[in-house]
């Protein structure tokens, strides 16, 4: 089945340094892929849709200079925090589409990258 | 705006007991919903779609477009049924396909 990884599981760094998270399509080629930021106990929220070849969709009251996103090919998207404050702390899981980027595609998530800014 | 709202953070069943997750959502359009269920330790996985109309694991869920709500159902629930279940809706045309969540519930099942 498809299958989406995520890199890495865990990280932990310090305030003022920036995280790069990576998303892969392990066994689909993927047109979109989304990144959502999941708090403690609460739902996942959206943060911005990543298309292959062309600029991330955020979502409102996302920044998007500070969340930068990047899907350079059909099987990797990354998330990068830039200067990450203890604010940023929070589960970031993305989520890939294999097919032709209908809007109809069934999502499948990777298994999360829990970040700790200190 | 898309909304789901799934009102039980936990819920908490005997083994064998019929269990039923609410959801209800608000969309002004044809909406698509979902159940995904996330099992300990492990990823959000697809349980369910409304347009495929199947059962997964003896789980059913019909869209009630009059009551605007997805209520996941099993008539006998199983130790490992437990997990986090979440609603989601997805909309229709332009940007609406993004998916939105509720807030889950977090399924027991006793033994």
């Known amino acids: 089945g498809a299958v989406v990884s995520q890199h890495p599981s865990r990280v932990i760094c310090k305030s003022g340094t920036s995280v790069k998270i990576e998303c892969r399509s392990l066994d689909f080629q993927a047109t979109t892929m989304f990144w959502y930021r999941q708090f403690p106990k609460q739902s996942l929220m959206l943060m911005a849709t990543s298309n292959e070849g062309s600029k991330a969709t955020y979502e409102q009251g996302v920044e998007k200079d500070k969340f930068l996103i990047n899907h350079a090919s059909l099987t990797l998207s990354t998330l990068t925090v830039t200067s990450a404050h203890p604010e940023d702390s929070s589960f970031y899981i993305c989520s890939a589409s294999p097919g032709q980027g209908a809007p109809t595609d069934t999502q499948y998530f990777g298994p999360g990258t829990r970040l700790t800014v200190l | 705006a898309q909304r789901v709202t799934q009102p039980e953070k936990l819920l908490s069943v005997f083994k064998g007991a019929p269990v039923e997750l609410k959801c209800n959502y608000s969309?002004?359009?044809?909406?698509?919903l979902f159940w995904y269920v996330q099992y300990s330790r492990q990823r959000l996985q697809l349980l369910l779609r409304?347009?495929s109309r199947e059962s997964i694991k003896g789980f059913t869920a019909d869209l009630n477009k009059g009551e605007t709500s997805f209520h996941l159902k099993k008539p006998f629930a199983q130790e490992e049924d437990s997990a986090m279940y979440y609603c989601a809706l997805r909309g229709s045309g332009g940007s609406n396909y993004k998916l939105t969540f509720g807030k889950g519930t977090l399924l027991t099942v006793n033994p």
């Open positions: 409304h347009i």
């Open positions: 969309y002004s359009g044809s909406p698509e």
